[in-house]
């Protein structure tokens, strides 16, 4: 994880699913968890997806609050 990962989690919008146009940082927590039993897409997204999940998880969402202000 880094500094632009995280960046990316609070500009880059969900392509498709039922979540289109989200910002991948605004993802429900069911949603994620549902792609970590699934398997998560290939890619830029899903590297995202995963590491967002993974902060959801772990209650570190919190770490977000100060890229949205930028």
Do not use: C
């Not at 990316?8 to 069911?30: E, W």
């Not at 997204?45 to 609050?65: F, K, P, R, W, Y």
């Amino acid at each position: 994880m880094n500094s632009e990962q995280l960046q990316l989690l609070v500009t880059r919008v969900m392509p498709y699913g039922r979540y289109k146009g989200h910002l991948i940082a605004d993802l429900p927590g069911n949603y994620l968890n549902w792609f970590a039993r699934k398997g998560f897409p290939p890619g830029e997204i899903g590297n995202l997806l995963a590491l967002m999940q993974e902060l959801d998880h772990n209650g570190l969402s919190s770490l977000l609050t100060p890229l949205r202000q930028r």
